[in-house]
């Protein structure tokens, strides 16, 4: 890791305290259509991505997002509104700064949530899945390059990438809410096209229950930075070749409908955790 790095992400975290944020514990990752989660954090500071020293400079249209720190479930949590994919052409280290900056301000958990489509035929979707392990199948990996020991090791450990305690958690969390909660394996790829139908039986055999183009580079970071990680998935359609055709408005749709279980069931794992 180079010292211009390092030091971009002191910067970026004495900028962020700077505005307010002190000693945040938990770091939430919305993805696509969840976002509004961040809405609920009472007392909040929100600072555009743009405004944040270091942080990836949006390349694509409109507004890349914004961090929003704030009080959740009795909890100071450190919230990314959107965020940024490897398809849109960051480089890793970019998509993985804001864990970088996350930890840096202080959070040990770090809770990862996206949008994704259902490999495992008993999945519908609508359905909200723990993430209990993902396969990185993105080719690349975010901690290639020289490393830093005071920042992590050089070969992380990902026998528990998704914390053991966590998982069951947020399975207690489900069932005081009433809600139906699937668990499975996040198979990861680049994006930014949908699989084809013989990519999603490979990945079915492979041991895949849902896909996606998120969360593996952010999750392996947290990892290497010593941070206990919690996964969502929201399964927002049936993967390639178990429905007509796929599209992001339905992706869209689906988080919309299912916005305020997924809401619930974060903030009460937050409150807890
Ligand atoms: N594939 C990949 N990424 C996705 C999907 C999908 O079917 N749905 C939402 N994100």
Known sequence: MEKEYLESISKAAAYLKDKGMEKPVVGLILGSGLGELAEEATNPVAIPYENIPGFPVSTVEGHAGQLVYGELGGKMVLAMQGRFHFYEGYALEDVTFPVRVMKALGIETLVVTNAAGGVNTSFNPGDLMIITDHVNFTG???????????????????????????????????????????????????????????????????????????????????????????????????????????????????????????????????AKV
């Open 140 to 270: 690349v990996n975010p901690l290639i390059g020289k490393n830093d020991p005071e920042v992590g090791p050089r070969f992380t450990d990902m026998t528990e990438a998704y914390d053991k305690g966590y998982q069951q958690l947020i399975r207690e969390c489900a069932q005081s809410n009433g809600l139906e909660i699937k668990e499975g394996v996040y198979f990861g790829l680049t994006g930014p096209t949908y699989e084809t139908p013989a990519e999603i039986r490979m990945i079915r055999t492979m041991g895949g229950d849902a896909v996606g183009m998120s969360t593996v580079p952010e999750v392996i970071v947290a990892k290497h930075a010593g941070l206990k990680v919690a996964g969502i998935s929201c399964i927002t359609n049936y993967a390639a070749g178990m429905q007509s055709n796929l599209n992001h408005n339905e992706v869209v749709e689906v988080t919309t409908r299912v916005k305020e279980s997924f809401k619930s069931l974060v903030k009460d794992f937050v």
